[in-house]
């Protein structure tokens, strides 16, 4: 039973006689008085409707539990989704770093009572650069997707540009927020997208279709490697050529789990890189757990149009000792409002310090062993589930973690497949049969580390038998 | 007076991680693939033309190294563990009951594309509440899709244009209308939607008057996007005659509810006219801020607007949750996926913990609180608090001004926020752009901070206040306690200096000596 005299565990004010206290310092004979600035009209009528008080820590727990138990996790069963979000191990002391309340809780001090995380942040875009091949990271916006459209939006003001060509063979959901960014045709200052098609035989650019496209209004051209359904881009190096030849931004969005085994894009010509942030040492959490980095070359032109935060390295008033501080903090939105690049605010970047651990963890080593696994164990997953009768694998020899399934053959559709062995404990790839991508029943399916051999055995024999 | 703490930071003179370990350091091993996985796939799948060469260059150090180096870093961060009365961002608990909840397989290990019949607890939980946050500002549908308060301020530029787009309008609607004292997000988000953005000058009474509202609207006015009260603690109280003077020329009226905590329970953006609004959950709903996320603009709008909204919306059919993509009127995704959901959790968990009765309670707390504060601070020679011609009691925090200090001793706003470090309590809010007011800070107490934390907090800034009269070179030069010493500017701006990696910054370094050495 709460009683209305006890004080709440999160407000120390809420003691017996605090606030009468603080009124009587102030000479307010209540607490309305200290609400003199809203004319009484305005305050609400509709009575608050909120669900009842769960004041005491064992309460909140329950309820809290009660309702997640409801959720069944990629834990208990075997699964194959990924396209945007991927299960990636992560390791618990990227846990425990990113559960320290002073970098869970902070928000923004000075450079010296936040040194440490601006370390930790100049630590994972060094780390990240190091991945990549590039000089210039930028701490993580809020998504992939919302990486790519700044890029994009990026290439455009240096170029003075309008025009972006992306892949026809897109993820609709990172597709959908580059839209966003590049504004509907009726805004003056819209960007215009065009789709590249893609070689049937490979998944990858049509690079007839690329070339037909690239033009002098073209600001950018934006590839993945791997692409969204899982294909190595092995043109990449010739795609950049072509852009820069056109006078446009080579922009390209990679998997930074592949790093170890796959070229760096600063190596093949990229001149903007976007990427998730994700696979870093980050949790699914429902896909709460994403993000986006951008990266680039260290030239001021490209510098000087990032829209967030750049975190740099510098000397204190002290000899020999670094520190670290925000490069050109003017050009952003809170320099600079409406003028500044785009806008930012509050972003991702707990998941840069995850990020941070993470790789020091994993070092050069780690990257490859793990890179290695994961194509290895993807291509040996695609190459069971094409022995099962029925089942086609679209480009079995590109991929790296993903790969589509077609079931065409099966006379069933994926969403009765994915039904059938849901039941079965395992979540099957994601649907793409209403992506208009042409690929008919087909889905993305996603292997990383995590499935061992046995697993990828039990997923393809399960498969087979519910498909009989 | 309280006596002040005796206080030094951790100073672990830690290296960059970069610079430790040893070649054949392993921090992370993975397994080698089954035997029957390489006989199946040979030795190096990856296609010639993109086998990496290189090995990058990263840390070759121990699981116990990579522990210790990051936990150092933690220690070596302030990070309201001292008293942060950090105004505009309503510095709050974090529950670790919530956090603890979140980290659990059953979020931790969910994946969105999941069927959502195995997602039920979590559509649950985002069901509820959005069922809180409509009760709290009268508005009919929420979603969490945006990643913090700028990006719900972008999501109603995007909202804004679908709506318009849907009436043939979108060519005319080209304006927004803000006013120059609202958070930088909302110009800046329209600017990016596209929008032409026009920033009304405030007048004495701290607000923009109804005449220049009136003025700048207009046939090609698209949306208003306001916040209210703003950061000086000044409520307008000509907001419903705002809201309607931009309904009489058709116009949307967003409120930014970045300042909700002095308000909440108290309004409702409903029921004072506005289409939509937003809650910050990492700020007014108790969700960890994280040194700048994951966040989460928590967008709300009406039954009109919510067909604009971006997709999917959760929603209770029967018995079961699911989620409603199916819109062809959404402006499209302003995020991939449904939000952050853990920060949704936490928010949700801090709603109940708190209920109706600690919400209104909690808002009294933090308007007396600053209040108490005012009047403590007032007391103060060398601070003037802004807008002087306002002398009614202002709202949960107050822009304050150290212009008198400055110029009777040339130490200023910044000086001050350094040496606060030196006695653990967090370096105060300035001001957004522009600084109308000179030399400014901003504290905001909220309902988390006692009284005695808001007592030794101003008994520090009245103790710094006392040095930079008889000492200023000990202010000017602080902090002195902290992990580091004042980090020179120099590089910022400089091409040839800055360096947002460590391969840049020793391949400056390399030429610069080149070149001194030549």
Same mark, same amino acid.
């Given at each position: ?6 004080a709440?565990?999160w407000?120390?004010?809420?003691a ?6 603080m009124?009587?310092?102030?000479g307010a004979?209540?607490?309305?008085e200290?609400f003199?600035q809203?004319?009484?009209e ?11 008080q769960l004041?005491?820590e064992?309460e ?5 539990l $009660?309702?997640l ?9 075997l ?5 945007g979000v991927?299960?990636h ?6 846990d425990?770093?990113?559960g320290?309340?002073e970098?869970a809780t ?8 936040d ?5 930790a ?8 650069g %190091?991945?990549?091949n590039?000089?210039v990271v930028q701490?993580?916006?809020?998504s992939?997707?919302?990486?790519i ?7 455009a003001?240096k170029?003075g540009?309008?025009k ?6 897109s993820?609709?959901e990172?597709?959908s927020v ?9 805004m003056?200052?819209a960007?215009?997208i065009?789709?590249i098609?893609?070689?049937?035989e490979?998944g990858?650019?049509?690079? %007839? ?6 033009g ?7 590839f ?6 899982g294909t ?6 010739e ?6 030849a ?5 922009i ?8 170890g085994?796959?070229?760096a894009p ?5 001149d903007?890189?976007?990427g998730?942030v994700?696979?870093?040492g ?8 994403v993000g986006?980095f951008i990266?680039?070359r ?5 510098v000087?149009?990032?829209?967030g935060?750049l975190?740099s390295? $510098?000397?204190?008033?002290?000899p020999?000792?670094?520190g ?6 003017h050009q952003?939105?809170?320099g600079?409002r ?9 972003s991702t970047?707990?998941w840069?310090?995850?990020? $941070?651990?993470?790789?020091?963890l994993?070092?050069?080593?780690g990257f490859?062993?793990l ?10 997953a ?5 022995e099962?009768?029925?089942?086609r694998i ?9 790969f ?21 404990g ?20 996603c292997?990383t580390e995590?499935h061992?051999? $046995?697993d990828?055995?039990? %997923? %393809?024999?399960t498969?087979?038998?519910v498909l009989? | 007076?309280?006596r002040?703490?005796?206080?030094h930071?951790?100073?672990?003179d ?5 610079? =430790? ?6 921090g ?5 693939p089954e035997?029957?996985v390489a006989e199946?796939?040979?030795q190096n ?10 090995r990058p260059v990263?840390?070759e150090?121990t ?14 961060t ?5 008293v ?10 974090n529950s670790?009951?919530?956090e603890?909840?979140?980290?659990r397989?059953?979020i ?10 195995t997602?039920q607890?979590?559509?649950e939980?985002?069901h509820d509440?959005d069922g809180?946050?409509q009760?709290l500002?009268?508005m009919d549908?929420?979603v969490?899709?945006?990643?913090g308060g ?5 999501? =109603?530029?995007?909202?804004a244009?679908?709506?318009?787009a ?8 080209t ?14 988000t329209a600017?990016?939607?596209g929008?032409t953005?026009?920033n009304?000058?405030?007048?004495e *009474?701290?607000?923009p008057?109804?005449e220049?509202l009136?003025? &700048? ?7 208003i996007m306001?916040? *209210?009260p ?5 409520y307008n109280?000509?907001?419903r ?13 967003f409120y930014d ?17 506005f289409?939509?609004?937003m809650f ?9 801020k994280?040194g ?13 607007l919510?067909p604009?909204m971006?997709?999917?919306?959760v929603?209770k ?5 699911v989620l409603d993509?199916?819109?062809p ?11 952050n959901v ?5 928010a949700?968990?801090?709603?109940r913990a ?11 707390i933090?308007v007396?609180?600053? *209040?108490? =504060? ?22 949960e ?13 040339g130490i200023?706003?910044?000086?001050i &926020?350094?040496?606060m ?18 030399q400014?800070f ?8 006692s009284?005695?934390?808001?007592d ?8 710094i ?7 200023p070179e ?6 002195? *306690? ?8 120099d590089?910022f701006?400089?091409p040839?200096?800055?360096? =947002? ?5 020793l391949?400056k370094?390399?030429?610069a000596?080149?070149q001194g050495a030549?």
């Amino acid at each position: 039973m709460t009683g209305p005299t006890r004080a709440h565990p999160w407000m120390a004010n809420s003691a017996p006689g605090m606030l009468e206290a603080m009124l009587a310092e102030i000479g307010a004979a209540n607490v309305a008085e200290v609400f003199e600035q809203i004319p009484p009209e305005h305050f609400r009528t509709a009575p608050l409707r909120l669900p009842p008080q769960l004041s005491s820590e064992m309460e909140l727990k329950r309820d809290l539990l $009660a309702k997640l138990r409801k959720n069944a996790t990629c834990e208990e069963n075997l699964s194959f989704l990924g396209a945007g979000v991927w299960q990636h191990h992560v390791p618990a002391i990227v846990d425990e770093i990113i559960g320290r309340t002073e970098f869970a809780t902070n928000v923004w001090g000075s450079l010296q009572s936040d040194h440490g995380r601006n370390q930790a942040w100049f630590e994972f875009s060094s780390q990240l650069g %190091a991945l990549l091949n590039l000089d210039v990271v930028q701490l993580p916006v809020y998504s992939w997707g919302c990486a790519i459209g700044h890029a994009i939006r990026m290439a455009a003001r240096k170029t003075g540009r309008t025009k972006v060509l992306l892949p026809r063979l897109s993820d609709p959901e990172r597709l959908s927020v580059i839209r966003t960014y590049c504004q509907p045709q009726e805004m003056d200052s819209a960007i215009e997208i065009v789709l590249i098609e893609a070689d049937a035989e490979s998944g990858r650019l049509d690079l %007839a279709d690329l070339k037909a496209k690239l033009g002098a209004d073209v600001a950018a051209v934006y590839f993945e490697n791997p692409a969204y359904l899982g294909t190595i881009e092995t043109e990449a190096a010739e795609i950049a050529r072509m852009a820069r030849a056109a006078g446009a931004e080579t922009i390209v969005g990679v998997d930074p789990i592949s790093l170890g085994v796959m070229t760096a894009p600063g190596d093949y010509g990229a001149d903007i890189v976007t990427g998730p942030v994700q696979p870093l040492g980050v949790h699914m959490n429902c896909g709460g757990g994403v993000g986006g980095f951008i990266a680039s070359r260290d030239e001021p032109d490209y510098v000087h149009q990032y829209n967030g935060f750049l975190v740099s390295i $510098a000397e204190t008033v002290q000899p020999g000792q670094l520190g670290f501080g925000l490069a050109c903090p003017h050009q952003n939105s809170y320099g600079q409002r409406e003028h500044g690049n785009d806008w930012t605010g509050n972003s991702t970047y707990l998941w840069a310090i995850a990020g $941070a651990v993470y790789m020091s963890l994993l070092g050069p080593e780690g990257f490859r062993e793990l890179g290695h696994l994961i194509i290895s164990r993807a291509r040996y997953a695609a190459k069971l589930l094409a022995e099962v009768p029925g089942v086609r694998i679209q480009w079995p020899d590109s991929t790296f973690k993903e790969f589509v399934v077609n079931f065409d053959d099966t006379g069933l559709s994926v969403a009765e497949i994915n039904d059938r062995l849901r039941a079965r404990g395992i979540f099957g790839g994601k649907d793409l049969s209403g992506e208009g991508l042409g690929l008919g029943q087909s889905a993305l399916w996603c292997v990383t580390e995590v499935h061992s051999a $046995a697993d990828l055995r039990h %997923a %393809a024999t399960t498969l087979s038998e519910v498909l009989k | 007076m309280t006596r002040l703490p005796t206080f030094h930071a951790a100073k672990w003179d830690e290296p960059l991680v970069m610079d =430790m370990g040893r070649p054949g350091g392993r921090g992370q091993l993975f397994p080698a693939p089954e035997p029957e996985v390489a006989e199946a796939v040979g030795q190096n799948p990856v296609p010639a033309a993109m086998q990496r060469k290189d090995r990058p260059v990263l840390p070759e150090i121990t699981e116990f190294e990579a522990q210790r180096h990051y936990l150092h870093l933690s220690q070596m961060t302030l990070g309201m563990m001292g008293v942060s009365l950090f105004g505009t961002c309503t510095m709050k608990y974090n529950s670790k009951t919530s956090e603890f909840a979140t980290w659990r397989p059953q979020i931790a290990e969910v994946h969105p594309y999941q069927h959502p019949d195995t997602l039920q607890g979590v559509l649950e939980i985002m069901h509820d509440f959005d069922g809180i946050l409509q009760s709290l500002s009268g508005m009919d549908q929420f979603v969490f899709q945006p990643g913090g308060g700028a990006d719900a301020a972008y999501t =109603m530029t995007a909202v804004a244009r679908a709506y318009w787009a849907d009436r043939g309008q979108l060519g005319q609607r080209t304006e927004m209308v803000t006013s120059i004292q609202a958070h930088p997000c909302n110009p800046a988000t329209a600017a990016a939607a596209g929008f032409t953005v026009i920033n009304l000058p405030l007048e004495e *009474n701290g607000y923009p008057s109804l005449e220049a509202l009136k003025a &700048a609207l207009s046939e090609r006015t698209a949306l208003i996007m306001l916040n *209210n009260p703003d950061d000086m603690g000044i409520y307008n109280p000509e907001i419903r005659e705002w809201v309607q003077a931009a309904k009489d020329v058709g116009a949307l009226c967003f409120y930014d509810h970045a300042n909700f905590n002095g308000v909440m329970g108290k309004l409702s953006a409903r029921e004072l006219g506005f289409d939509a609004c937003m809650f910050m959950l990492h700020k007014t709903f108790g969700a960890p801020k994280a040194g700048g996320g994951p966040a989460v603009g928590a967008f709300g709008c009406t039954a009109e607007l919510a067909p604009y909204m971006p997709a999917p919306v959760v929603v209770k059919q029967g018995e079961r949750y699911v989620l409603d993509e199916d819109r062809p009127k959404s402006c499209g995704k302003i995020r991939e996926f449904w939000g952050n959901v853990p920060q949704v959790v936490k928010a949700y968990a801090w709603a109940r913990a708190m209920g109706a009765e600690g919400i209104q309670l909690a808002s009294d707390i933090s308007v007396v609180a600053n *209040n108490y =504060m005012d009047h403590r601070l007032s007391q103060l020679p060398g601070i003037a608090r802004s807008n002087p011609d306002v002398t009614k009691r202002r709202m949960e925090m107050t822009r304050w001004s150290l212009a008198p200090l400055h110029e009777e001793t040339g130490i200023g706003t910044v000086e001050i &926020a350094n040496r606060m470090a030196d006695y653990g309590i967090d370096p105060w809010w300035m001001s957004h752009e522009p600084w109308i007011v000179p030399q400014p800070f901003t504290p905001e107490a909220g309902e988390l901070w006692s009284k005695e934390d808001i007592d030794l907090w101003i008994d520090v800034l009245a103790q710094i206040m006392q040095e930079a009269r008889e000492n200023p070179e000990l202010v000017r030069t602080a902090p002195h *306690n902290q992990p580091i010493a004042q980090v020179k500017g120099d590089a910022f701006e400089d091409p040839s200096k800055w360096a =947002m990696t460590w391969r840049a910054y020793l391949r400056k370094r390399d030429q610069a000596a080149a070149q001194g050495a030549a």
